[in-house]
């Protein structure tokens, strides 16, 4: 079986915790033997898939645990809470994380739309974005497996590694997520795109006036829209988004007034006062909780 493949590949490849290049730009194969409690992150595009043990995220809320039975599909950059709490010696999690090149992946959207191809209809609402769990079929375990054997080969990953990711993002394209998916990179999803600009601009000044108008829509309509893709009004996604980059820079040793700065704020106090409502705690008591060098394992727990 495919999926038994895949595990063996990872395995034979990665022999401490943490993440390992490929070789394919994106592509990262990772293992975690300790458990690494859920923490703040951001999910840029990726696809993770976990070969075996099993990893968890949360979005605005919602818990997502997934293993070698589903994939995690998120298009567009999310705020989340991301670890392994599962993960240990007798039960080791293997996995890779695959980013997704809007490009390309806006590129493939649109031959299949062109092409007419069917893309299978996700539960749920038809215009959601967040986070998507969905099932390891024939053709996306085909495609890891090809994309990851090609390890045994630097020519062979030179020469066929776009062509086999790129046959990875059809599969994804293809299978239960395609629709989700095709929602953040086909034609016409303005909303995706002002995720995609607030994420690159998280240092300055955000507008959701000015949002909804580069959006080409009225703020109530965008603000509808808004919600209904990311589960969260505008204003709480863009404080999410800072709260959660601040938190991972603070983790990664940046004193805390930098990364306030580094994140948009101009008040100490506000920085403050919004974290600790979100966190439970002051961002210098999370500095202080984060002394300690963070573990491999800590590296891949988003």
């Given at each position: ?12 490849r990665?022999h401490?915790d ?29 696809i993770?898939a ?6 968890e ?5 919602k818990?997502?645990?997934?293993d070698?039975?589903?994939y ?14 599962a993960?240990s010696?007798q ?8 980013s997704?090149?809007p ?6 959207a ?11 209809t ?8 967040g986070?998507?769990l969905?099932?390891?079929?024939g053709?996306?375990?085909?495609a890891?497996?090809r994309?990851l ?7 062979d ?7 086999r ?6 599969a ?9 998916a ?8 303005t909303?995706a795109?002002?995720i995609a600009?607030?994420?690159a ?15 080409g ?12 893709a990311t ?12 709260l ?9 040793g940046m ?5 306030a700065?580094?994140?948009g ?8 006062r919004?974290f600790?409502?979100?966190?439970g ?22």
């Amino acid at each position: 079986m495919k999926q038994e493949q895949v595990r063996q590949l990872i395995e034979g490849r990665i022999h401490d915790d943490g993440l390992v290049e490929t070789g394919v730009t994106g592509v990262k194969l990772f293992r975690a033997t300790q458990p690494v409690p859920c923490a703040p992150a951001v999910y840029e595009p990726c696809i993770v898939a976990i070969a075996s043990g099993s990893k968890e995220a949360v979005l605005d809320g919602k818990r997502y645990v997934y293993d070698n039975t589903q994939y995690l599909c998120c298009p567009t950059s999310m705020p989340v809470t991301a670890g392994t709490p599962a993960a240990s010696a007798q039960n080791p999690l293997f996995g890779v994380f695959i980013s997704l090149n809007p490009r390309v992946m806006s590129e493939l959207a649109i031959e299949m739309e062109n092409a007419g191809g069917v893309i299978p209809t996700a539960k749920g609402s038809p215009n959601s974005f967040g986070i998507r769990l969905a099932g390891w079929d024939g053709a996306f375990s085909d495609a890891l497996f090809r994309l990851l054997e090609l390890g045994d080969s630097e020519t062979d990953t030179a020469v066929l590694g776009d062509t086999r990711l790129r046959e990875l993002y059809y599969a994804v394209l293809k299978g239960e997520a395609g629709r989700f998916a095709r929602q953040a990179f086909g034609v016409g999803n303005t909303i995706a795109r002002s995720i995609a600009h607030v994420s690159a601009n998280l240092n300055a000044p955000i507008s959701i006036d000015e949002m909804a108008k580069r959006a080409g829509m009225s703020r109530a309509v965008f603000h509808r829209k808004f919600k209904q893709a990311t589960t969260m009004s505008p204003i709480q996604f863009v404080k999410s988004m800072r709260l959660n980059n601040a938190a991972m820079k603070i983790s990664g040793g940046m004193t805390v007034s930098e990364a306030a700065m580094e994140v948009g704020y101009l008040s100490a106090s506000q920085f403050s006062r919004e974290f600790k409502r979100i966190y439970g705690r002051s961002p210098r008591q999370w500095s202080d909780a984060q002394h300690t060098p963070p573990t491999a394992a800590a590296s891949i727990a988003t």
